[in-house]
């Protein structure tokens, strides 16, 4: 199992390092540039091409079976899903087969009507809450992947 970090703009890092180091998990944190190498020897920073997706793209061509990503990224959820690996998003929240379909449209619905001018707000304020959530549901997504099923 190899525990992918969508890097670029996660707030969680730390909080993936503790959970990967407990469980001894290969860890690599995909980015184009920017941030320091982890402090661990679980840990390698991935610096891919700049560009539009090229982060996401590198990790949808290496994530595989058994493999976790965290990501807020919708899209490469959906893509990691398909390729066998779990995923789980900032906030603790997994992506399942069944519910990626309605959280994808969901989000290309807003998508659409933000193209069309109208203010749709924004995701709420990040704080210590979400960061404990984050916690729990990557030990969750961890748990279910080493039993090789999808979280519940």
Same mark, same amino acid.
């Given at each position: 199992m190899k525990l992918f970090v969508d890097a670029d703009a996660c707030p969680v890092k730390d909080e993936v390092l503790r959970v990967g180091e407990?469980?001894?998990i290969e860890m690599l944190f995909v980015c184009d540039g920017g941030i320091?190498? =982890?402090n661990s020897n679980w840990a390698r920073l991935v610096i891919v091409d700049q560009g539009t997706d090229a982060a996401d793209n590198w990790?949808?061509?290496e994530i595989g079976p058994g493999d976790v990503c965290v990501t807020t990224d919708i899209p490469l959820a959906d893509r990691c899903l398909k390729a066998g690996a779990l995923a789980v998003d900032h906030r603790g929240k997994a992506f399942t =087969?069944?519910?990626i379909g309605s959280v994808l449209a969901t989000r290309n619905l807003m998508t659409d009507l933000r193209e069309t001018g109208m203010q749709t707000g924004g995701a709420r304020p990040f704080g210590p809450k979400d960061r404990s959530a984050f916690l729990n549901g990557?030990?969750?997504v961890i748990q279910a992947a080493k039993r090789g099923k999808a979280p519940r």
């Open positions: 407990r469980h001894e320091r190498r =982890p990790i949808a061509d =087969p069944d519910n990557l030990e969750i």
